[in-house]
T-cell receptor
Framework: AQSVTQLDSHVSVSEGTPVLLRCNYSSSYSPSLFWYVQHPNKGLQLLLKYTSAATLVKGINGFEAEFKKSETSFHLTKPSAHMSDAAEYFCVVSEVGSARQLTFGSGTQLTVLP | KAGVTQTPRYLIKTRGQQVTLSCSPISGHRSVSWYQQTPGQGLQFLFEYFSETQRNKGNFPGRFSGRQFSNSRSEMNVSTLELGDSALYLC?????????????FGPGTRLTVT
C-alpha cells in the first residue's frame, strides 16, 4: 500500500526567501513521486516528477525536489519565492507496477508575504 | 496540443437527481482517471479507464460509475445525489497506464448539491 504525508498544512515565507515543503512517503514497491500545484479555482499542474532516474529532480518555475530513499522523503524546494508561487501544493505517489492510481497528500498551502 | 477539457465547469443539482460529467483527454492519451476533491477528504481516487475498460476503482459507493468511449473520452455518472457529493470532480489523462507517466488534469467540474 502507498501513502503520503505532507508534514505542514500551511507554510508562510517572505518574497525572495527560500521555500521548503516537506513530504514523506510510504510504498511497497519502487514509487514514482510527483509534486502538483493548484492555484485557486484551477486544476492541478504538474511541477516535477521522480521515476527512478536522477534523485535530484528539477521542475518548472525554479522548483526542485530530492528523492531520499533512506529517509523516504521527497521535499520540494525553491531558492527564492515569488508572489505568484502562492498556491496549494500536493505531493503524490504512484507505485511502479501497480494499478494506475495516484495517492495524494493532504496538501500544503503556501503563502508568500510581500 | 490542447489540454484536458471537462464539461460542464459548474453544475447545481438537487438531492436525489443524477448527473453526468464529461472529460476529453489530451489527444493520444489512453488512460483517464477521475478524482473527487473536497475540503474535508482532500483528493480521492474514483476510478481509472483504459481502452474502454475500468481498470481500477477507489472506495466509493456504486452510485458513482463511469465509462470510456473508443476515442478515449470519458464520462462519470452519479445517481441519487446526496449533499455530500458536492465537490470538485477532476479528470486526468495519461499517455499510458504505467506509473512513470504523469497525469495531466483538467480544470474540474464544480458540483453543488442542494
Amino acid at each position: 500500500a502507498q501513502s503520503v504525508t505532507q508534514l505542514d498544512s500551511h507554510v508562510s515565507v517572505s518574497e525572495g526567501t527560500p521555500v521548503l515543503l516537506r513530504c514523506n512517503y510510504s510504498s511497497s514497491y519502487s514509487p514514482s513521486l510527483f509534486w502538483y500545484v493548484q492555484h485557486p479555482n484551477k486544476g492541478l499542474q504538474l511541477l516535477l516528477k521522480y521515476t527512478s532516474a536522477a534523485t535530484l529532480v528539477k521542475g518548472i518555475n525554479g522548483f526542485e525536489a530530492e528523492f531520499k530513499k533512506s529517509e523516504t522523503s521527497f521535499h520540494l524546494t525553491k531558492p527564492s519565492a515569488h508572489m505568484s508561487d502562492a498556491a496549494e501544493y500536493f505531493c503524490v505517489v504512484s507505485e511502479v507496477g501497480s494499478a494506475r492510481q495516484l495517492t495524494f497528500g493532504s496538501g500544503t498551502q503556501l503563502t508568500v508575504l510581500p | 496540443k490542447a489540454g484536458v477539457t471537462q464539461t460542464p465547469r459548474y453544475l447545481i443539482k438537487t438531492r436525489g437527481q443524477q448527473v453526468t460529467l464529461s472529460c476529453s483527454p489530451i489527444s493520444g492519451h489512453r488512460s483517464v482517471s477521475w478524482y473527487q476533491q473536497t475540503p474535508g477528504q482532500g483528493l480521492q481516487f474514483l476510478f481509472e479507464y483504459f481502452s474502454e475498460t475500468q481498470r481500477n476503482k477507489g472506495n466509493f459507493p456504486g452510485r458513482f460509475s463511469g465509462r470510456q468511449f473508443s476515442n478515449s473520452r470519458s464520462e462519470m455518472n452519479v445517481s441519487t445525489l446526496e449533499l455530500g457529493d458536492s465537490a470538485l470532480y477532476l479528470c486526468a489523462s495519461s499517455l499510458d497506464r504505467s506509473a512513470i507517466y504523469e497525469q495531466y488534469f483538467g480544470p474540474g467540474t464544480r458540483l453543488t448539491v442542494t
